[in-house]
């Protein structure tokens, strides 16, 4: 019996009606890339210090001398976060005293910044920490920012799937595509932190959704040649080319509340894409909504100028096709065996370290020496040849070793800086954006090899509790740069030796490369350690890697 693949492969591959999807569901996720990794700009933490107010009618001397002097990564720097005692300085530039020559300075007790900040202007014109004063006894609410959002993108990613199952993929897409960029609107206009980092919440429910309905969109609607490059280099550079845009608008843009509404506004020009990308014939297929289906497969056809056939689909293929999307299986047979059980827990782990590492270094560019503007540039740009890199080792190479060599390269090049002089901050730079690349391609293969390493018969509610180990990930990053405040090597050193770590557990990951796709869970392949013996296991149905491949896409996304 054909399946939908077969049963619609007379469209072709890459006509125009192919060619449209591809590029315009590819389109809608460049906004994710500015809204991802926006807090990296929305919500710095310039250099400030305590304000001295004109009323405390200090002489310029003891002006100068306001600030207490502290260490800070080995240098002497001023303080944060307190100041000499305004009422003692007042009554020595009174009395006519001198700092250092009457009055012993560091003896003059200290008290905290009771009149607030006073911030740098030189890079940003505001952000939301300047704006309700993020810092000092507040620093912890600016990790808890980029948490929230990471928290609304663990609600969606498991909202989504389901919505998308419910009410189907477009609608749910563009549904999502309003969440985001409407609740961004109304969060211009913030008039506390508060309001902001709940709507920030909402945001990142709907920002992810919207990258999984687009996804799951594209994968099922193109064919088989096409999907494993919509779901690689389609989906991945597009979101990176969003990533890339992100500080150019920043630089033109100081302010955060403009910088916020620019970032928005492109979220409106997908508006138009509701009349031009058609809902998912396999979901109409699994609803019993047969007419619609073929409806849009035969637009399809006209599009690319062929001519369908009568009968596009048979009884007996449309019971087959709606009978498989309904499957009797819960997230408790993914510890069934001590084989899947090891398998899951490798896969949690991994895609949540790989989660911390990707995000810990997008979001800690503006602690980076140099521009921040220059830096976000080069760690969203460089991602472009990691996922080059990861889709030609996909297609080429040994999944479980191409995973390891990435990780090992990302996570030993970020254990090296702390190694490199001070005065070397370039040479620290490359390595930051090394460990970037190395992280980044982990990241895009492990999609693929978790959907090889599960049985078909559990493979969405497989990659799907990865996935939200990822985003448990991402919520733990922002405190992994927050720990940069103690010691700016710290968190290279906590992200690396973890990395490093996770990279030797993949080892004990089965090979899938070249390997039939399991179908159920006794056909799974087995852990061996670091020894791993060639072999097909009995029942198993041999397919072509061409087709292995393909098939992991697909069924990662149904």
């Not at 490798?346 to 921040?372: A, E, K, Q, R």
């Not at 090979?511 to 791993?532: A, Q, S, V, W």
């Given at each position: 019996m054909r399946d939908y693949d077969e049963?619609?492969?007379?469209?072709?591959?890459?006509?125009?009606?192919?060619?449209?999807?591809?590029?315009?569901?590819?389109?809608?996720?460049?906004?994710?890339?500015?809204?991802?990794?926006?807090?990296?700009?929305?919500?710095a933490i310039p250099e400030h210090r305590c304000l001295v107010p004109a009323s405390a009618n200090l002489s310029?001397?003891?002006?100068?001398?306001?600030?207490?002097?502290?260490?800070?990564?080995?240098?002497?720097?001023?303080?944060?976060?307190?100041?000499?005692?305004?009422?003692?300085?007042?009554?020595?530039?009174?009395?006519?005293?001198?700092?250092?020559?009457?009055?012993?300075?560091?003896?003059?007790q200290k008290e905290k910044c009771l009149d607030g900040w006073d911030y740098a202007r030189d890079l940003y014109q505001s952000t939301v920490v300047t704006e309700w004063d993020l810092v000092c006894d507040n620093d912890w609410k600016v990790p808890l920012t980029s948490s929230l959002f990471f928290l609304g993108v663990l609600i969606g990613s498991f909202l989504s799937g389901q919505l998308s199952d419910r009410f189907g993929r477009k609608k749910v897409l563009f549904a999502?595509?309003?969440?985001?960029?409407?609740?961004?609107?109304?969060?211009?206009?913030?008039?506390?932190?508060?309001?902001?980092?709940?709507?920030?919440?909402?945001?990142?429910?709907?920002?992810?959704?919207?990258?999984?309905?687009?996804?799951?969109?594209?994968?099922?609607?193109?064919?088989?040649?096409?999907?494993i490059i919509f779901s690689t280099l389609g989906v991945c550079i597009f979101y990176a080319v969003g990533y890339m845009l992100l500080p150019l608008i920043a630089f033109l843009i100081r302010d955060w509340r403009s910088l916020l509404m620019s970032l928005t506004v492109p979220g409106l020009f997908c508006i138009p894409l509701w009349w031009i990308i058609p809902e998912s014939p396999r979901w109409l297929l699994s609803q019993g909504r047969i007419s619609e289906a073929e409806d849009i497969i035969r637009r399809a056809a006209k599009k690319n100028g062929i001519t369908p056939p009568e009968i596009i689909f048979s009884l007996p293929e449309l019971q087959h096709l709606k009978d498989q999307s309904h499957k009797a299986y819960t997230f408790l047979d993914l510890l069934k065996t001590r084989n899947i059980r090891i398998v899951?827990?490798?896969?949690?782990?991994?895609?949540?370290?790989?989660?911390?590492?990707?995000?810990?270094?997008?979001?800690?560019?503006?602690?980076?020496?140099?521009?921040?503007?220059?830096n976000c540039f080069l760690s969203?740009?460089?991602?472009?040849?990691?996922?080059?890199?990861?889709?030609?080792?996909l297609?080429?190479?040994?999944?479980?070793?191409?995973?390891?060599?990435?990780?090992?390269?990302?996570?030993?090049?970020?254990?090296?800086?702390?190694?490199?002089?001070?005065?070397?901050?370039?040479?620290?730079?490359?390595?930051?954006?090394?460990?970037?690349?190395?992280?980044?391609?982990a990241f895009s293969m492990v999609y693929v090899y978790t959907a090889e390493l599960y049985p078909t018969v559990v493979r969405n509610m497989g990659v799907g509790a990865s996935s939200m180990a990822s985003r448990l990930g991402s919520i733990l990053s922002p405190y992994f740069v927050y720990l940069g405040a103690y010691d700016k090597h710290l968190p290279f050193v906590l992200m690396g030796s973890l990395t490093v770590l996770v990279g030797i557990f993949?080892?004990?990951?089965?090979?899938?490369?070249?390997?039939?796709?399991?179908?159920?869970?006794?056909?799974?392949?087995?852990?061996?350690?670091?020894?791993?013996?060639r072999g097909i296991k009995k029942g198993i149905k041999l397919q072509t890697q061409s087709n292995g491949n393909l098939k992991v896409l697909s069924s990662t996304s149904l």
């Open positions: 049963a619609t492969s007379f469209l072709g591959d890459w006509g125009p009606f192919q060619l449209s999807i591809f590029f315009l569901l590819s389109a809608s996720i460049v906004p994710n890339g500015f809204t991802g990794l926006s807090a990296v700009f929305l919500v310029a001397a003891w002006r100068n001398v306001s600030i207490p002097w502290e260490e800070r990564d080995g240098q002497l720097v001023e303080s944060r976060c307190w100041r000499y005692r305004l009422d003692s300085l007042t009554d020595y530039s009174a009395r006519g005293l001198l700092p250092g020559v009457h009055v012993n300075v560091s003896a003059i999502t595509m309003a969440v985001q960029t409407g609740f961004s609107i109304v969060q211009v206009f913030s008039v506390n932190w508060e309001m902001f980092a709940v709507l920030f919440l909402i945001v990142g429910i709907g920002q992810i959704s919207n990258y999984v309905a687009a996804f799951i969109l594209g994968a099922e609607i193109l064919g088989k040649s096409v999907r899951t827990f490798l896969s949690i782990l991994l895609w949540m370290i790989i989660s911390v590492g990707y995000f810990g270094l997008s979001l800690n560019t503006p602690n980076l020496h140099g521009d921040p503007y220059v969203a740009i460089i991602e472009v040849p990691a996922y080059v890199i990861a889709w030609l080792l297609r080429n190479f040994s999944r479980r070793y191409s995973t390891c060599s990435t990780l090992f390269l990302g996570g030993v090049v970020l254990l090296f800086i702390q190694l490199v002089p001070q005065h070397l901050n370039i040479l620290s730079i490359l390595l930051v954006m090394l460990g970037k690349f190395g992280i980044t391609s993949t080892l004990f990951l089965p090979e899938t490369y070249n390997m039939p796709l399991p179908d159920t869970i006794e056909e799974m392949l087995r852990i061996k350690g670091f020894k791993y013996k």
